[in-house]
T-cell receptor, first 114, second 110 residues
Framework: GAVVSQHPSRVICKSGTSVKIECRSL??????MFWYRQFPKQSLMLMAT?????????EQGVEKDKFLINHASLTLSTLTVTSAHPEDSSFYIC??????????FGQGTRLTVV | SQQGEEDPQALSIQEGENATMNCSYK?????LQWYRQNSGRGLVHLIL?????REKHSGRLRVTLDTSKKSSSLLITASRAADTASYFC??????????FGDGTTLTVKP
Protein backbone atom coordinates (compact mmCIF):
# COMPACT_ATOMS: atom_id res chain seq x y z
CA GLY A 1 0.00 0.00 0.00
CA ALA A 2 0.90 3.65 -0.14
CA VAL A 3 3.39 5.06 2.35
CA VAL A 4 2.82 8.02 4.60
CA SER A 5 5.76 9.21 6.64
CA GLN A 6 5.29 11.24 9.80
CA HIS A 7 8.12 13.02 11.56
CA PRO A 8 9.17 13.15 14.31
CA SER A 9 7.91 9.99 15.94
CA ARG A 10 8.54 11.37 19.39
CA VAL A 11 9.14 14.88 20.65
CA ILE A 12 9.51 16.40 24.08
CA CYS A 13 9.23 20.16 24.37
CA LYS A 14 9.06 22.76 27.06
CA SER A 15 5.81 24.46 27.92
CA GLY A 16 5.33 27.60 25.87
CA THR A 17 7.32 26.47 22.87
CA SER A 18 5.98 25.42 19.47
CA VAL A 19 6.36 22.06 17.83
CA LYS A 20 6.01 21.20 14.14
CA ILE A 21 4.96 17.77 12.94
CA GLU A 22 5.36 16.77 9.31
CA CYS A 23 3.25 14.37 7.30
CA ARG A 24 4.51 13.26 3.90
CA SER A 25 3.00 11.03 1.28
CA LEU A 26 6.03 9.29 -0.18
CA UNK A 27 4.75 7.60 -3.29
CA UNK A 28 1.53 9.34 -4.17
CA UNK A 29 0.03 12.79 -4.31
CA UNK A 30 -2.38 13.63 -1.53
CA UNK A 31 -4.78 16.46 -2.20
CA UNK A 32 -6.27 15.95 1.23
CA MET A 33 -4.64 15.11 4.52
CA PHE A 34 -6.27 14.58 7.87
CA TRP A 35 -4.92 15.17 11.36
CA TYR A 36 -6.06 13.11 14.33
CA ARG A 37 -5.37 13.23 18.01
CA GLN A 38 -5.44 10.36 20.45
CA PHE A 39 -5.51 10.66 24.22
CA PRO A 40 -4.26 7.71 26.32
CA LYS A 41 -6.53 4.69 26.13
CA GLN A 42 -8.93 6.51 23.85
CA SER A 43 -9.76 6.44 20.20
CA LEU A 44 -8.57 8.77 17.48
CA MET A 45 -10.45 11.99 17.05
CA LEU A 46 -10.32 14.01 13.87
CA MET A 47 -8.88 17.46 14.43
CA ALA A 48 -8.84 18.96 10.97
CA THR A 49 -8.94 18.32 7.26
CA UNK A 50 -6.14 19.84 5.24
CA UNK A 51 -6.50 20.54 1.53
CA UNK A 52 -3.52 21.42 -0.62
CA UNK A 53 -3.34 25.11 -1.31
CA UNK A 54 -6.26 26.12 0.89
CA UNK A 55 -7.08 26.68 4.52
CA UNK A 56 -7.68 23.72 6.75
CA UNK A 57 -11.13 22.84 8.01
CA UNK A 58 -11.17 22.32 11.75
CA GLU A 59 -13.53 20.13 13.71
CA GLN A 60 -15.67 21.67 16.37
CA GLY A 61 -13.75 22.42 19.53
CA VAL A 62 -10.32 22.44 17.89
CA GLU A 63 -8.53 25.79 18.15
CA LYS A 64 -7.21 26.76 14.75
CA ASP A 65 -4.82 29.32 16.23
CA LYS A 66 -3.43 26.67 18.52
CA PHE A 67 -3.01 23.98 15.91
CA LEU A 68 -1.70 25.55 12.74
CA ILE A 69 -1.97 23.42 9.63
CA ASN A 70 -0.16 24.07 6.40
CA HIS A 71 -0.59 21.97 3.28
CA ALA A 72 1.74 23.69 0.86
CA SER A 73 2.30 20.82 -1.54
CA LEU A 74 0.63 17.63 -2.69
CA THR A 75 3.01 15.56 -0.59
CA LEU A 76 3.44 17.52 2.61
CA SER A 77 1.21 18.79 5.38
CA THR A 78 2.47 20.18 8.66
CA LEU A 79 0.81 20.58 12.04
CA THR A 80 2.30 23.14 14.39
CA VAL A 81 1.27 23.07 18.02
CA THR A 82 1.81 26.62 19.14
CA SER A 83 2.61 27.65 22.71
CA ALA A 84 2.33 24.06 23.80
CA HIS A 85 1.10 23.22 27.28
CA PRO A 86 1.11 19.91 29.16
CA GLU A 87 -2.53 19.32 28.23
CA ASP A 88 -1.45 19.25 24.58
CA SER A 89 0.57 16.12 25.29
CA SER A 90 -0.95 13.50 23.10
CA PHE A 91 -0.47 11.19 20.15
CA TYR A 92 -0.98 12.94 16.82
CA ILE A 93 -1.54 10.97 13.62
CA CYS A 94 -1.97 12.13 10.07
CA UNK A 95 -3.53 10.39 7.12
CA UNK A 96 -3.33 11.17 3.43
CA UNK A 97 -5.97 10.51 0.83
CA UNK A 98 -4.83 9.23 -2.52
CA UNK A 99 -6.43 9.14 -5.95
CA UNK A 100 -8.62 6.18 -5.05
CA UNK A 101 -10.11 8.04 -2.10
CA UNK A 102 -8.51 5.68 0.36
CA UNK A 103 -6.68 7.09 3.35
CA UNK A 104 -3.26 5.91 4.50
CA PHE A 105 -1.95 6.68 7.95
CA GLY A 106 1.37 7.83 9.26
CA GLN A 107 3.02 6.18 12.22
CA GLY A 108 2.08 8.98 14.58
CA THR A 109 3.94 11.47 16.75
CA ARG A 110 4.06 11.22 20.52
CA LEU A 111 4.19 14.77 21.90
CA THR A 112 5.13 15.32 25.52
CA VAL A 113 5.07 18.86 26.87
CA VAL A 114 6.96 19.34 30.10
CA SER B 1 -21.95 8.38 19.69
CA GLN B 2 -19.04 7.13 17.59
CA GLN B 3 -19.61 6.12 13.98
CA GLY B 4 -17.65 2.96 14.54
CA GLU B 5 -18.17 1.08 17.76
CA GLU B 6 -16.19 -2.00 18.57
CA ASP B 7 -17.39 -4.87 20.63
CA PRO B 8 -16.15 -6.13 23.00
CA GLN B 9 -14.13 -3.36 24.57
CA ALA B 10 -11.71 -5.87 26.01
CA LEU B 11 -10.97 -9.48 25.16
CA SER B 12 -8.59 -11.87 26.89
CA ILE B 13 -7.79 -15.27 25.39
CA GLN B 14 -5.17 -17.98 25.48
CA GLU B 15 -2.56 -18.34 22.79
CA GLY B 16 -3.85 -20.53 19.98
CA GLU B 17 -7.48 -19.53 20.41
CA ASN B 18 -9.38 -17.43 17.93
CA ALA B 19 -10.35 -13.85 18.65
CA THR B 20 -13.39 -12.17 17.15
CA MET B 21 -14.05 -8.46 17.31
CA ASN B 22 -17.08 -6.68 15.96
CA CYS B 23 -17.63 -3.19 14.68
CA SER B 24 -20.90 -1.40 14.04
CA TYR B 25 -21.38 1.85 12.23
CA LYS B 26 -24.21 4.20 11.43
CA UNK B 27 -23.90 5.83 8.02
CA UNK B 28 -23.19 4.57 4.52
CA UNK B 29 -19.53 3.89 3.88
CA UNK B 30 -17.12 3.60 0.99
CA UNK B 31 -14.90 1.17 2.81
CA LEU B 32 -14.00 -0.03 6.26
CA GLN B 33 -10.52 -0.58 7.56
CA TRP B 34 -9.14 -2.43 10.54
CA TYR B 35 -6.04 -1.24 12.33
CA ARG B 36 -3.86 -2.56 15.12
CA GLN B 37 -2.13 -0.34 17.63
CA ASN B 38 0.39 -1.58 20.10
CA SER B 39 0.55 0.34 23.33
CA GLY B 40 1.95 3.81 22.76
CA ARG B 41 2.70 3.11 19.12
CA GLY B 42 1.30 4.09 15.74
CA LEU B 43 -1.39 2.46 13.69
CA VAL B 44 -0.72 -0.63 11.64
CA HIS B 45 -3.09 -1.13 8.75
CA LEU B 46 -4.49 -4.65 8.69
CA ILE B 47 -7.20 -4.92 6.08
CA LEU B 48 -9.42 -2.70 3.96
CA UNK B 49 -12.75 -4.05 2.83
CA UNK B 50 -14.85 -2.14 0.33
CA UNK B 51 -18.56 -1.65 0.59
CA UNK B 52 -19.21 -4.10 -2.26
CA UNK B 53 -17.16 -6.86 -0.65
CA ARG B 54 -18.43 -9.30 1.93
CA GLU B 55 -15.34 -11.08 3.13
CA LYS B 56 -11.60 -10.70 2.92
CA HIS B 57 -8.66 -12.72 4.15
CA SER B 58 -5.09 -11.84 4.94
CA GLY B 59 -2.98 -14.51 6.59
CA ARG B 60 -4.59 -15.30 9.93
CA LEU B 61 -7.04 -12.44 9.58
CA ARG B 62 -10.54 -12.69 8.23
CA VAL B 63 -12.80 -9.68 7.89
CA THR B 64 -16.47 -9.72 7.04
CA LEU B 65 -18.71 -6.84 6.14
CA ASP B 66 -22.49 -6.77 6.28
CA THR B 67 -23.69 -3.47 4.89
CA SER B 68 -27.32 -4.32 5.56
CA LYS B 69 -26.56 -4.59 9.27
CA LYS B 70 -23.85 -1.93 9.12
CA SER B 71 -21.41 -4.20 10.85
CA SER B 72 -18.03 -5.79 10.35
CA SER B 73 -16.08 -8.44 12.18
CA LEU B 74 -12.40 -9.18 12.48
CA LEU B 75 -11.35 -12.73 13.21
CA ILE B 76 -7.81 -13.55 14.24
CA THR B 77 -7.18 -17.27 14.09
CA ALA B 78 -4.57 -19.19 16.09
CA SER B 79 -3.74 -16.11 18.12
CA ARG B 80 -0.24 -15.39 19.37
CA ALA B 81 1.03 -13.34 22.27
CA ALA B 82 2.32 -10.83 19.71
CA ASP B 83 -1.28 -10.17 18.67
CA THR B 84 -1.82 -8.40 21.98
CA ALA B 85 -2.82 -4.86 21.01
CA SER B 86 -5.77 -2.56 20.53
CA TYR B 87 -7.79 -3.05 17.38
CA PHE B 88 -9.78 -0.28 15.74
CA CYS B 89 -12.21 -0.21 12.90
CA UNK B 90 -12.36 2.94 10.85
CA UNK B 91 -15.07 3.79 8.40
CA UNK B 92 -14.42 5.90 5.34
CA UNK B 93 -17.69 7.58 4.64
CA UNK B 94 -16.55 10.86 3.20
CA UNK B 95 -13.69 10.74 0.70
CA UNK B 96 -10.89 9.63 2.95
CA UNK B 97 -12.09 11.07 6.25
CA UNK B 98 -12.02 8.21 8.72
CA UNK B 99 -14.10 7.85 11.83
CA PHE B 100 -12.69 5.51 14.42
CA GLY B 101 -14.41 3.40 17.01
CA ASP B 102 -13.22 3.16 20.58
CA GLY B 103 -11.28 0.01 19.91
CA THR B 104 -11.05 -3.48 21.34
CA THR B 105 -8.14 -4.26 23.61
CA LEU B 106 -7.00 -7.81 22.95
CA THR B 107 -4.78 -9.67 25.39
CA VAL B 108 -3.37 -12.99 24.30
CA LYS B 109 -1.90 -14.95 27.16
CA PRO B 110 1.04 -17.24 26.39
Amino acid sequence: GAVVSQHPSRVICKSGTSVKIECRSLDFQATTMFWYRQFPKQSLMLMATSNEGSKATYEQGVEKDKFLINHASLTLSTLTVTSAHPEDSSFYICSARGQLFEAFFGQGTRLTVV
Amino acid sequence: SQQGEEDPQALSIQEGENATMNCSYKTSINNLQWYRQNSGRGLVHLILIRSNEREKHSGRLRVTLDTSKKSSSLLITASRAADTASYFCATDENAGKSTFGDGTTLTVKP
